[in-house]
């Protein structure tokens, strides 16, 4: 019913950036909400950045480094990564709200040197 196609991840250095997309589509009249969620090894998923309307969420731990917007027109969000640390490594997955959660198939970013 929604599709969403995730793309952007791959291997960054300490310090670097990546610009990671989600695209929509399907049977949408009205995303609620879009955004990402990620999961390292051995941890829980956990909320990265979500946008509503005019209000974004982030996690403490990306604030300041991490800017999620969204394109209403392509039903398509952006997250842009800078200053990337180690700890961002994770496989990121695209989060949309619409009825219902849909999720994408997780992409994913590795941040070594």
């Known amino acids: 019913q929604v599709q969403l196609v995730e793309s952007g991840g791959g291997l960054v250095q300490p310090g670097g950036s990546l610009r990671l997309s989600c695209a929509a589509s399907?049977?949408?009249?009205?995303?609620?909400?879009m955004g990402w969620y990620r999961q390292a090894p051995g941890k829980e998923r956990e909320l990265v950045a979500l946008?509503?309307?005019?209000?974004?969420n982030y996690a403490d731990s990306v604030k300041g480094r991490f800017t999620i917007s969204r394109d209403n027109a392509k039903n398509t969000a952006y997250l842009q990564m800078n200053s990337l640390k180690p700890e961002d490594t994770a496989v990121y997955y695209c989060?949309?709200?619409?009825?219902?959660?849909?999720w994408g198939e997780g992409t994913l970013v590795t941040v070594s040197s």
């Open positions: 399907g049977s949408i009249f009205r995303i609620n909400a």
């Open positions: 989060y949309v709200a619409v009825g219902r959660a849909y």
């Open positions: 946008i509503v309307g005019g209000r974004t």
